[in-house]
């Protein structure tokens, strides 16, 4: 059977319907123990939940921002994703961002805001990850541009090295896979990219223990060895193995991502990201895609940012 490629714009919405349909799935798992996938299967099976919560949420503010501006500015993203805050207080948002949008509304420059954050350190959270996948569709897919843009993203609530850097790590791997086939994927190359845009031990460990276990027969060991928390340099980690370890299957990938527990709406919104950005919207079981909130908002933000001249 010939193997047809699939378009760009099928995967611009795969990717942002991805991330929503993975967050909104997931919720109702996050803060909970892992599981086996037939478990979480039957779960998704017989209640599933398609309201998302601050990870898509940011996405959208993230994505809006980027079209309203033509590209990156810091003072309206940071604005924008205040305002947007005020408006729905009740997605679930970690503790740092609104703590970082009441300084902003009240005068604190956007780049000066988020370093004060633990103790000065700045937030080494998933949150400047989870909402970055966006900028590999903007960018047109060119590594550089994506690593650069998405550190600025993430910069607006995550200063910490570690917070930047999974911002980095997601975005450049989302922009690989918007141009790969899943039929002659290789998961190594990636990895090896995405090695040179890991500056911190810690993340290029997790990267070398993603790449060995996707060679072992099962995936019992990924949760603890990776593991499934709120930090950047967990969950990013989590949530590519998930998307390289079930190539062929959305369903599969985000199921997998859900099952790892722990901060598991952020595993599945950043594995389903790239699982959407590889195979497309058509790959994405249909009640999943018919029934996620604000379906065809993220199918126009994603069509629109395809337009963008390379932010
Ligand atoms: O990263 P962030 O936006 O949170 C995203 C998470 C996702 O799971 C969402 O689904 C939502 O549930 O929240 O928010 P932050 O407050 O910046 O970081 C999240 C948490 O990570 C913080 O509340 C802290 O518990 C922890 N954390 C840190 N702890 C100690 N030292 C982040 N940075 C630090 C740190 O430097
Ligand atoms: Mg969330
Ligand atoms: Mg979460």
Not at 88 to 99: I, K, L, M, N, V
Not at 218 to 231: E, S
Request: net charge negative; charged share 20%; aromatic share 6%.
């Amino acid at each position: 059977m010939q193997h047809a490629p699939v378009p760009a714009p099928s995967r611009a919405r795969g990717l942002m319907l991805g991330a929503a349909i993975g967050d909104a799935l997931g919720a109702p798992f996050e803060g909970g123990p892992s599981a086996s996938t037939g478990h979480v299967a039957a779960e998704l099976d017989r209640r599933p939940n398609y309201r998302f919560t601050d990870d898509a949420h940011m996405l959208i503010g993230l994505a809006e921002s980027l079209l309203a501006r033509g590209g990156f500015d810091g003072d309206h993203m940071a604005h924008h994703f205040a305002r947007r805050y005020d408006a729905e207080p009740w997605r679930g948002y970690g503790s740092g961002p609104p703590q970082i949008f009441r300084m902003v509304q009240s005068g604190t420059p956007w780049d000066q805001a988020p370093a004060s954050l633990f103790g000065g350190s700045g937030s080494f959270g998933n949150g400047g990850a989870m909402r970055v996948a966006p900028v590999a569709i903007a960018t047109g897919g060119d590594p550089a541009t994506t690593a650069d843009l998405a550190a600025w993203t993430a910069r607006i609530t995550h200063t910490h090295p570690l917070g930047v850097e999974g911002a980095v790590i997601q975005a450049v791997a989302a922009a690989f896979l918007l141009h790969e086939d899943s039929a002659t994927l290789d998961p190594a190359r990636l990895l090896r990219d995405l090695q040179g845009h890991a500056y911190d031990e810690t993340f290029r460990a997790k990267l070398a223990a993603v790449e060995e276990l996707l060679q072992e027969a099962a995936d019992a060991r990924a949760g603890a060895v990776l593991g499934n928390g709120i930090a950047a340099h967990e969950s990013v980690p989590a949530a590519i193995y998930a998307a390289l370890r079930h190539p062929g299957s959305f369903q599969d990938a985000v199921t997998f991502a859900i099952s790892l527990g722990g901060d598991a709406d952020t595993i599945a919104c950043m594995a389903g990201a790239l699982s959407g950005a590889l195979l497309g919207e058509d790959a994405i079981p249909p009640a999943w895609r018919d029934n996620v909130e604000d379906a065809e908002h993220l199918r126009s933000l994603a069509e629109r940012l395809g337009q963008l001249p390379a932010a």
